[in-house]
């Protein structure tokens, strides 16, 4: 496994952009405030092990200023009732111009239903369209993750190899929700 370090020329370049005190980057990275001024400076040539220190003290704030769920969410969401039939949820779906949609049973969050799930539903049976005015309560997969507003968006990378879409709540109240291109769209 390879470790990047930062240029110990940029170091002072990071520093300011992200808006920390020398004094600040020392204390994270375990080494005194003199070391960052004259490394800043220039005055010394840095040891490998100082400058992994120092990196990683600034990746970490990085990951701390970054971007919330919030700041990425779609909202409103749209969702569907679970009495709905698969029909209703593919109009929901084009109609929103999405693939994924919540579904609840009154008020409660009992599933979810997805266009890929519907597409191998249907690719199975030799009438596909006597499945279309089925409810889609005898077809639901698992609810969508739920993270609050403010977990990092670098924390919700990994949930993408495994579901199409994460809830945003607030307690109970689903105030959001994050799929794929919003990911993509937070990061151009």
Not at 68 to 78: G, R, T, Y
Not at 101 to 118: A, D, F, K, M
């Amino acid at each position: 496994m390879s470790v990047s370090t930062i240029d110990p020329k940029q170091l002072k370049k990071i520093r300011v952009q992200l808006g920390i005190t020398q004094s600040e980057l020392a204390r994270a990275a375990g080494v005194s405030q003199s070391l960052i001024a004259k490394l800043e400076s220039g005055l010394v040539d840095p040891s490998f092990s100082t400058m992994k220190s120092i990196s990683e003290a600034l990746r970490s704030q990085i990951r701390i200023e970054g971007k919330k769920a919030s700041e990425v969410m779609s909202k409103p969401v749209i969702s569907i009732q679970s009495t709905v039939t698969i029909s209703d949820s593919v109009n929901a779906m084009k109609k929103g111009g999405i693939s994924q949609l919540p579904v609840y049973s009154g008020t409660r969050l009992v599933g979810s239903i997805t266009e890929n799930q519907i597409v191998q539903l249907l690719s199975t049976l030799d009438d596909p369209r006597s499945i279309l005015t089925k409810p889609i309560s005898g077809f639901l997969q698992p609810i969508f993750p739920i993270v609050s507003a403010d977990t990092p968006v670098e924390a919700l990378f990994s949930l993408f190899k495994f579901v199409p879409a994460i809830l945003v709540a607030t307690g109970d109240k689903v105030e959001g929700i994050i799929t794929k291109i919003d990911m993509l769209s937070a990061e151009v």
